[in-house]
């Protein structure tokens, strides 16, 4: 397939860099090509696409998701802008839900976020486990997850249930859950934060999981100031997600660090909290990327054009920044080299915008501005 005519092209290759009046060619699921229109290889036999001087950029790459779970927390949501607060004992409203919907239930709205997602550019996506807290329901959850997306995380420690107390919750996620779980992810998470996991009982769970041979990433430093950033680092985790209540300190040690600063705007939209100051941490050196964090308490969005245009406004990112960190920052934040740019030998993921420059997305907030999506190589939709 030949993308043609491209009026701006971003590659997130520091070679290729930024391409104006450029082509793309993929052969299969991967791109051969990317570069100026006139420098095409010869040979190239297949489908064209005429992108009519409009933006291709690389797909977006959805790095923190909790996406297997039942019902919604619309009512919960109104309250919330009338008034009151945010904290995690929401999540026990889902965790009843979750734990009385059918694998089919869970599977249908999983395969219902996830195209919606692709709808508005997503091409890559992780989600959690985490509304189960019962050996049984969160296996069955990275169960249904698991074939449709390779990135998911095994998120037993994202409240203690009610019917437990919190030693003895600890004690069943680092042991019998881990092992149900552990087989069917790659990452292992803790929500580290007052009211659901302390640092001692976050650095428990998480050694447990590396044993195991899962890979690290912490819900730190979200609604304030803890010990999960520190933790992340320590553990040379693949990434500390929300990162807004933060030392210098914190940034320090995640600057010398390949544990990247997920940032999660939607979730500060939905609670009226202070959003992280991307600036500060990209200045320091700080991997940022950007996520949609879609759950059904705090964050309900999949779209990460609306998180990219909040990050610009709010949190201040360039445009250039805020698309870099939604592509291929999230595929550093999910250690992929095969996602989140557009280079030869890269997946063929990327996304035809219905403007001449990706600053629109900033520029034109809430307007769906993705024309097409091309998902390994296909025409997604």
Same mark, same amino acid.
Not at 13 to 41: C, N, R
Not at 235 to 240: N, Q, T
Not at 260 to 280: C, I, K, M, Q
């Given at each position: ?156 420690? *994202? /409240?203690?249930?009610?019917?437990? !107390? &919190?030693? +003895?919750?600890? %004690?069943? =996620? ?5 092992? $149900? ?63 807004? *209540? /933060?030392?210098?300190?914190?940034? !320090? &040690?995640? +600057?010398?660090? %390949?544990? =990247? ?5 939607? $979730? ?114």
């Amino acid at each position: 397939m030949l993308i043609d005519n491209i009026g701006t092209l971003v590659t997130n290759d520091p070679e290729i860099g930024t391409v104006q009046g450029a082509a793309l060619v993929f052969d299969g699921a991967f791109v051969t090509y990317a570069g100026p229109k006139g420098s095409v290889p010869e040979g190239v036999d297949g489908e064209r696409v005429d992108a009519a001087g409009r933006a291709v950029i690389p797909g977006f790459v959805d790095s923190h998701g909790h996406l297997v779970f039942a019902g919604d927390r619309a009512e919960e949501f109104a309250a919330r802008m009338e008034g009151r607060p945010y904290t995690a004992g929401g999540i026990k409203t889902t965790v009843k839900a979750t734990r009385e919907a059918s694998d089919e239930q869970l599977g249908g709205n999983l395969d219902r976020l996830i195209n919606e997602a692709l709808r508005s550019g997503t091409t890559t996506v992780e989600t959690k486990s985490g509304y189960g807290l019962t050996v049984p329901d969160e296996r069955r959850s990275l169960e249904i997850a698991t074939p449709r997306t390779p990135e998911t995380t095994f998120l037993g420690a *994202h /409240v203690v249930p009610p019917e437990y !107390d &919190a030693d +003895a919750y600890v %004690d069943l =996620v680092k042991g019998e859950m881990l092992d $149900a779980c552990a087989p069917h992810a790659r990452w292992i998470d803790v929500f580290c934060e007052k009211g659901a996991f302390d640092g001692d009982q976050t650095r428990a769970i998480l050694e447990a999981g590396i044993k195991k041979g899962l890979t690290p990433r912490v819900h730190a430093n979200q609604l304030g100031h803890g010990p999960g950033v520190q933790l992340a680092v320590e553990l040379h985790a693949a990434s500390a997600d929300h990162v807004t *209540h /933060v030392t210098d300190d914190d940034i !320090d &040690a995640l +600057a010398n660090s %390949d544990t =990247v600063a997920t940032l999660l705007p939607g $979730a500060e939209f939905s609670t009226r909290a202070r959003y992280p100051d991307a600036r500060r941490l990209i200045d320091a050196g700080v991997t940022v990327a950007l996520a949609a964090d879609c759950n059904p308490g705090s964050s309900y969005t999949t779209n990460l054009p609306f998180c990219i245009a909040i990050a610009v406004r709010e949190m201040g990112m360039t445009t250039d920044e805020a698309v870099w960190a939604a592509t291929k920052g999230g595929a550093l934040a999910l250690r992929r080299s095969d996602v989140g740019h557009l280079a030869p030998g890269a997946r063929a993921d990327a996304i035809l915008l219905d403007a001449g420059s990706h600053i629109h997305l900033a520029y034109r907030p809430g307007v769906p501005l993705v024309a097409a999506v091309f998902r390994g190589g296909v025409r997604a939709g």
